[in-house]
């Protein structure tokens, strides 16, 4: 089992820039997939990026893509999510999530097993 803290979040202005963290409890963090999630107010929670176990291999969800790098470091047991040129439309509870495979590889909610409990980035404009 592993517990996700995220940290980071905050008020900016549209053009601007913010780093989440996602701090992960257990020995065995290299074993797990790890994403990011957000939820603006009445939508539905969707994906923002992913990252293999290794750290070799990211996606991005369109809307986020050439703005937000994600990366962890294995050694520390974090994952971060580095945002940049921010948007209103950015807005949401940002949350961190834990794929206890390593080979799914996915996109989808459903498919991790762990979840942060969020942390509000708010992008005005």
């Known amino acids: 089992q592993v517990q996700l803290v995220e940290s980071g979040g905050g008020l900016v202005q549209a053009g601007g820039s913010l780093r989440l963290s996602c701090a992960a409890s257990g020995r065995t963090f290299s074993s797990y997939t790890m994403g990011w999630f957000r939820q603006a107010p009445g939508k539905e929670r969707e994906f923002v990026a992913r990252?293999?176990?290794?750290?070799?291999?990211?996606r991005f969800a369109d809307s986020v893509k050439g703005r937000f790098t994600i990366s962890r470091d294995n050694a520390k047991n974090t994952v971060l999510l580095e945002m940049n040129s921010l948007k209103p439309e950015d807005t949401a509870v940002y949350y961190c999530?834990?794929?206890?495979?390593?080979?799914?590889?996915?996109?989808?909610?459903?498919?991790?097993?762990?979840w942060g409990q969020g942390t509000q980035v708010t992008v005005s404009s």
């Open positions: 999530a834990a794929d206890s495979t390593c080979w799914r590889l996915s996109g989808n909610p459903n498919s991790y097993d762990y």
């Open positions: 990252i293999s176990c290794s750290g070799a291999n990211t």
